[in-house]
């Protein structure tokens, strides 16, 4: 039971973190490696806007609303400028990115890890031979909500309907009439945000927030999106939760033969030398 | 020369193939026709090995050959051009046609050693390039060439592997009246090397007028085989492309 | 003398032109994109090590064994490059380099998290060399691969590599078979970076797992790219600028790392097939 | 002419230079240690600034030439020759962690310049040779003393291990495990965890099932905390034993719930001390820098005063005269309560466990016997 409960927590961060990476992986077939760094971005506004403010709440919107604005910027400034030019140039970007972002961090927020100290004032649930903390809550249920919403405007509005035709054909939804300019930013400012409330989730949970706490993000996502079929935003849903059971149960049967990262990538070869396309490859309609 | 013998393929619930047979003869200059989706270019690709058929195989100069890797197959003698071009286009117009020359080296160890920079090969190129008009552009990177231009060279290269056996898939397509009329010239000299074609055309007249047999498909099935005139006049191709809205004239 | 600074500074910039150059094999000649071009370089690096000092082997011969085993290795993590293609070849490579670390760091024959120590400077003829000699033997090393590189681009190898680069059906149509030279570019890219190995394992007298770790893969592709993917003279640029740029940015302390990611942001927007690439502007400069 | 005024140069430069005696340190200060390294720095500075308070060393200041190195070993290694032949130091601090420590402890010896390595635990590091030398206490020796407050001082008999899959947390789980083992305790369960492990729940659910009397956990504090943390929402209350690697007020701070109170931990900082010197670095620091002092600023402090103490020994900056006279050092003003170097070069110092209660670190108790600390025994 433990086990299972630790697994969703686990899953839902991989599952908030995937989500932006598959938009707009989805839309532009960018590697956006650079996510990782507005994840963390997304945490130090929250924690700072928590120190400022004392309203949690207030500090997540704020941090996710201003991270994704900045998505927003990272799109519309640099990777809207390289997009016609071969694929590995904005990968490259994106990883020269990513380091300036990580030691802007540093000299703005300092080196080291800063505590994110939050009481809800709600009690940890204690059942036979399991608990689950308040944050363990938070994070469960705001994973819940964030995934009912995005299923909503994915399918229900407008908006939604667009960046999935976007993602299908971008060339085509543009002949469509589709105003593709604004569906990408809009994907950028979502997946951007979805990133800043995984980074304040995790910063809330970890209780720590600090300049690298992106690197293990950033190219563990990436096995989300593969196992998810790249681009496939139920896929990447599916493949968080499948990952962190995976790592968890390995871990609790068989003890730590190899790393966690180690078994998320062995788990990730076998996937792509069996399914070269991922585990659920999307329909191309 | 080439025997196709009653393929069959399907792509998940999709027949694109049902039971096709037909056969090129040595020396002929060989139609495939039908209207969209009528499964030439499967055919096409399962002749040159990049699909493998659900059932029925193919046999090149009395060699079964389905089942074998495309690489292979080319190096028995089929050689074959694309509905889309793909030519290599950041190397130059000569390289494309030297990269097209060395089947037998790319299989041996000679990859290491041998460099198609000889003089024989340079010669052979410059006179496929002659062939096909292209010798004035051979420096120029194949990018850099109209795409008329660059089908012309595409054939160049098909050529350059020494085929028995070329498969040219949509020729014409995206040429000119004048561009057109070269190509069929072109065509005529290329079987007077010694070269038997296939290929897959919609611009009824040039097909009508260059092709010395002709196998038309639709739907999947192969409808009707013959001389140009006589299929022109089968009442089965004619509702087919009628249907379609094509319109099919010799 | 002073100069030690600056030799091993170029002993360094050397081993990572190699690096580099190997990696181009892969992606600027067959196409093939990988980001754990690290995972060869510590096969390298600890097929030296644990011949050397477990094995009490010579010089001359860890170093033949480890482009050897690095080639092979090649050759055998190259292997799933013939089902996965595209991103997911990137990703699969990330993947190989965290288990192959992984596997340095487990496994208690590599030593474990100690890594191997105590290998002995190279010598020849008995002679042991300085730093000075040191940056000359890998100077020498890079000419070497250079001649290589110059060699390939002129035989058939480089043709089958861009026809599988610009079009594997077309390859395969002039009878280029895209297994097998997929499989001939890992493996020599395996064996440079097994080359590259050896000469780290013995500059530095130990190898350490996270000396190879995905970070290294990332420094490596961006020399490959920000220099000019395709071309020899490329990476060998983007090599030596990323090796010198943090000792030249010392003067702005603080502010080295993010400038030089800023740096690398910034000529890849301007600059994108790479400072000496087919359209840089070191390249047009070059021609004037 | 031009030759004239080249030599009037030279000659001008060494005067001004004269007063000053330059100790060169390298430290990771930006990328993934960028947090120890600011830590390490700060501490070294603090040591500047206190000897040439008390009159400098052999009538001239201190001065500390410092590079960041990124924890790339390439960058340590090629330092070593920027800070000795470039910068002129006569002798050198690591700050940085084993990897680049290691590489370059070869070149400082190769050099023939000392170094001292503050924190670094790697334990090939000094055997470099006669040059390098190590201030903090050696894996070996804590994982001994753990072993001895965990069996002695806490009665333990059944005892869990977790074990960080680096060289730190192995080599203290090999030290901790023989000597345990040898005063009669048992291990009942042990497994390792990657460095940036963030989930001990399944692991710390194994062990409540075996129920046993004391945990000896390696990691970093920011490990540590998590282990406490998680440990106290499944209701093991059982004692933690932790080693210097926890000790930083960031261990306190990150554990959730005061969590981190009631664990026990082997460490070279006795923060109650009444030595002033003590009293002065652990207030001077939080004045100066913000921010309450570590371990690793402690050790980085001692490394330059052993330094500084080994200069007037010598009486003079000749680098080998340097090296023998570190052998001698002893009786320092000290933070970590360093008495003296063994011949191999590794510190002897009583091993200070400190009890975490009121989330504040306190004396709990003191190992001295020399057969447990001196390293190589």
Not at chain 1, 79 to 89: A, C, F, P, Q, T
């Amino acid at each position: 039971m433990q086990i299972v409960i630790n697994a969703l927590v686990l899953g839902s961060v991989y599952v908030l973190i995937s989500i932006g990476l598959t938009l707009i992986y989805g839309i532009l077939r960018i590697l956006h490696i650079a996510h990782a760094g507005i994840y963390t971005l997304g945490a130090f506004l929250g924690l700072t806007f928590y120190a400022l403010t004392g309203n949690f709440w207030l500090a997540l919107i704020l941090s996710m609303v201003l991270t994704g604005i900045a998505g927003v910027g990272v799109y519309s400034y640099i990777y809207r400028r390289v997009l016609s030019k071969e694929r590995i140039v904005p990968l490259v970007i994106s990883i020269g990115l990513f380091i300036a972002m990580q030691d802007l961090y540093r000299l703005i927020w300092g080196a080291y890890k800063k505590p994110f100290a939050l009481d809800l004032g709600i009690n940890d649930i204690k059942g036979k031979g399991f608990v689950i903390t308040q944050h363990q809550i938070l994070i469960l249920s705001l994973t819940g909500i964030s995934l009912i919403l995005l299923y909503l405007l994915m399918n229900k509005t407008k908006l939604g309907k667009a960046m999935k035709a976007c993602a299908d054909d971008l060339v085509m939804a543009g002949a469509l009439g589709i105003n593709v300019e604004r569906v990408v930013s809009f994907a950028f400012f979502l997946g951007s945000a979805l990133a800043a409330l995984a980074g304040v989730l995790i910063g809330v949970y970890e209780n720590n927030v600090y300049p690298t706490m992106g690197d293990e993000v950033s190219y563990k996502a990436f096995v989300v999106i593969v196992l998810g079929g790249f681009g496939s935003l139920s896929g990447a849903v599916v493949a968080g939760f499948i990952l962190s059971f995976a790592e968890t149960l390995l871990v609790a049967w068989k003890g730590f033969l190899l790393p966690r990262d180690a078994i998320a990538f062995l788990v990730m070869i076998l996937v792509l030398m069996f399914k070269p396309e991922g585990l659920f490859r999307r329909a191309s309609t | 020369m080439l025997r196709v013998i009653d393929v069959s393929k399907s792509f998940g619930g999709l027949q694109a193939l049902k039971g096709v047979s037909f056969e090129v003869e040595e020396g002929r200059i060989h139609a495939l026709i039908g209207p969209n989706g009528a499964g030439k270019t499967t055919m096409f690709n399962i002749i040159n090995g990049f699909l493998k058929p659900t059932s029925g195989r193919v046999e090149f100069l009395g060699r079964r050959i389905s089942g074998l890797p495309p690489h292979r197959i080319a190096l028995m003698g089929i050689a074959r051009t694309f509905q889309i071009v793909r030519t290599f286009p950041e190397m130059s117009v000569i390289e494309n046609v030297l990269a097209g020359m060395g089947k037998e080296i790319y299989r041996s160890w000679g990859v290491f050693f041998k460099t198609p920079w000889n003089q024989e090969n340079v010669k052979k190129a410059l006179e496929l390039l002659r062939l096909c008009g292209l010798e004035d552009l051979k420096d120029f990177a194949a990018s850099t060439l109209p795409i008329g231009l660059q089908r012309k060279l595409e054939i160049a290269r098909a050529l350059a592997t020494s085929p028995k056996l070329l498969l040219l898939d949509e020729p014409a397509s995206g040429l000119n009246d004048q561009e057109t009329a070269e190509l069929a010239e072109l065509f005529r000299k290329i079987r007077d090397f010694g070269v038997t074609i296939l290929f897959i055309e919609h611009d009824m007249r040039f097909t009508m007028g260059v092709a010395d047999f002709v196998t038309v498909l639709d739907y999947g099935e192969k409808i009707a085989e013959g001389k140009p005139k006589e299929v022109s006049r089968n009442p089965r191709v004619i509702e087919a492309y009628l249907g379609t809205g094509s319109e099919i004239s010799a | 003398m002073t100069l030690d600074y600056l030799y091993t500074l170029i002993t360094f910039s050397n081993i990572f032109i190699i690096l580099s150059l190997s990696l181009n094999v892969l992606i600027g000649y067959a196409g093939q994109v990988s980001l754990g071009h690290a995972a060869f370089f510590g096969i390298g690096a600890y097929t030296s090590a644990v011949l050397a000092v477990k094995f009490g082997l010579g010089y001359g011969t860890t170093l033949l064994l480890s482009v050897l085993i690095g080639g092979f290795f090649g050759f055998l993590l190259g292997l799933p490059s013939l089902r996965v293609r595209h991103d997911f070849l990137v990703l699969a490579t990330i993947g190989l380099n965290f288990v192959v670390v992984a596997l340095f760091k487990y496994i208690d024959f590599f030593g474990g998290p100690y890594g191997i120590i105590g290998l002995p400077a190279a010598k020849f003829f008995g002679k042991e060399l300085g730093t000075g000699g040191y940056a000359l033997y890998t100077a020498f090393w890079v000419v070497i691969v250079i001649l290589l590189m110059i060699y390939i681009e002129k035989i058939y190898l480089r043709y089958g590599f861009e026809a599988i680069r610009e079009n594997e059906d077309a390859a395969e149509s002039i009878g280029v078979s895209v297994p097998l030279f997929k499989i001939y570019a890992f493996t020599i890219s395996g064996a440079l970076a097994g080359l590259a190995g050896n000469l780290w394992a013995y500059q530095m007298g130990m190898v350490f797992p996270d000396d190879f770790s995905f970070p290294v893969s990332i420094t490596i592709l961006t020399m490959v790219v920000l220099g000019g993917v395709g071309t020899i003279s490329g990476p060998i640029l983007g090599a030596v600028l990323l090796t010198f740029l943090p000792e030249l940015l010392r003067f702005i302390q603080d502010y080295r790392l993010l400038l030089y990611g800023i740096i690398i942001v910034i000529v890849m927007m301007y600059q994108p097939s790479g400072l000496l690439g087919r359209q840089g502007i070191l390249r047009k400069a070059f021609k004037r | 002419m031009r030759r004239l005024l080249a030599v009037l140069l030279v000659v001008a430069v060494s005067l001004a230079m004269a007063g000053v005696i330059k100790i060169g340190l390298f430290v990771p200060l930006s990328g993934i240690g960028a947090d120890d390294g600011e830590s390490a720095l700060h501490g070294a500075m603090l040591a500047v600034k206190y000897v040439n308070d008390h009159g400098g060393v052999l009538g001239k200041k201190l001065e500390l030439v410092y590079y960041d190195d990124q924890t790339d070993p390439k960058q340590s290694v090629s330092l070593a020759y920027k800070l000795v032949q470039k910068d002129g130091v006569v002798a050198v601090v690591s700050g940085s962690y084993s990897g680049p420590t290691r590489a370059a402890a070869g070149i400082y010896q190769r050099l023939k310049t000392p170094m001292v390595s503050a924190y670094a635990v790697h334990p090939d590091i000094t055997k470099a040779g006669e040059y390098i030398f190590r201030v903090g206490t050696l894996a070996t020796v804590q994982g001994r003393a753990g072993a001895h407050l965990a069996v002695e001082k806490l009665k333990a008999k059944r005892i869990a291990l977790l074990v960080m899959d680096n060289d730190f947390g192995v080599s203290l789980a090999n030290a901790f495990k023989a000597e345990a083992k040898k005063l009669g305790a048992e291990i009942v369960f042990e497994e390792k965890f990657a460095v940036g492990e963030k989930d001990f729940r399944t692991i710390l659910e194994k062990v409540k099932k075996l129920d046993p009397d004391v945990i000896y956990a390696t990691g970093y504090y920011f490990n540590a905390s998590k282990i406490v943390t998680q440990a106290k929402e499944l209701g093991i209350y059982q004692t933690i034993i932790g080693q210097e690697g926890y000790d930083s007020p960031l261990f306190i701070e990150l554990s959730k719930n005061h969590a981190a109170n009631g664990t026990v931990i082997t460490t070279d900082l006795d923060r109650d001390s009444e030595r002033p010197v003590v009293q002065w670095f652990m207030k001077e620091y939080e004045k100066e820098f913000g921010r309450p002092a570590d371990m690793v600023a402690a050790s980085a402090f001692d490394a330059v005063m052993i330094l500084a103490k080994a200069i007037e020994i010598a009486g003079s900056t000749s680098k080998s005269a340097i090296k023998d006279a570190l052998y001698k050092v002893s009786g320092i003003d000290s933070v970590t309560g360093f008495k003296h170097f063994t011949k191999d070069r590794e510190a002897v110092r009583e091993v200070v466990c400190q009890v975490i209660v009121g989330d504040r670190f306190h004396r709990f108790w003191v190992i001295d016997d020399p057969e447990i600390v001196t390293p190589g025994k």
